[in-house]
């Protein structure tokens, strides 16, 4: 079976410009998380989507937006980007939210932002 | 705050035991994971403690006492396919929370 799938694997922008990265998460996982990790540190939580709803969010900008689209798939948008952005972007599914339970997550092997 | 303490950096023997512990201050816990990443790839799983007490999964066994905010990792027989870094994780609400990592160096 397919494990968590991330796309692009990497990617350069400047200063100011969109990004779009996508995920697919393990087939009957419906739960996605979206974490930022610098180089160095661990991973920081962005988003988690459950069933198409967000169900937490991290401390980030609003320049940081999701969504879950029907399939289970997400999408993490950043705008306006900054050097600071530069990171491993991470996704993870599970079955699901794993509030109070051993859900754990799947991590995909991420999408590498490099912000010039 | 919210923040997870380990050690950066810990150095063992190949063949040897190693602990890798973790405290953590959170407003939230539900558990604490733990998961191993090698460099340039994605974290894996390793294990997870909801309850006080030792969690045994091979050469894996997490450990966890509640009332004192502490966990810790214990790898035994290291390999060296064992050099990465080692994340503790605690789960509150819905959301993660991760500390640094542990890079483990293991010598032949």
Avoid at chain 1, 8 to 36: A, D, E, F, M, N
Avoid at chain 2, 51 to 57: A, H, K, P, S, V
Avoid at chain 2, 80 to 107: E, P
């Amino acid at each position: 079976d397919a494990g968590v799938t991330q796309s692009p694997t990497h990617l350069i922008k400047t200063r100011g410009q969109q990004v779009t990265l996508r995920c697919s998460p393990i087939s009957g996982h419906k739960s996605v998380s979206w974490y930022q990790q610098v180089l160095g540190q661990g991973p920081q939580f962005i988003f988690q989507y459950y069933e198409k709803e967000e169900r937490g969010r991290g401390n980030f900008p609003d320049r940081f937006s999701a969504r879950q689209f029907p399939n289970y798939s997400s999408e993490l948008n950043v705008n306006a980007l900054l050097l600071g952005d530069s990171a491993l972007y991470l996704c993870a599914s599970s079955l699901v939210p794993g509030q109070g339970s051993n859900q754990p997550q799947h991590f995909g092997d991420g999408t590498r932002l490099s912000i010039l | 705050g919210q923040s997870l303490e380990q050690p950066s950096e810990v150095t063992a023997v190949e063949g040897a035991i190693v602990q890798i512990n973790c405290t953590y201050q959170t407003s939230g816990f539900y558990g604490l994971s733990w998961y191993q990443q090698h460099d340039g790839g994605a974290p894996t799983f390793l294990s997870y403690n909801a309850l006080d007490g030792l969690e045994e999964t091979g050469r894996f066994s997490s450990f966890l006492s509640r009332s004192d905010s502490y966990g810790y990792l214990l790898l035994q027989e290291l390999q060296m396919k064992d050099s990465a870094s080692y994340f503790c994780a605690v789960r509150s609400n819905y959301q993660l929370i991760w500390g640094a990592g542990t890079k483990l160096i293991i010598k032949p």
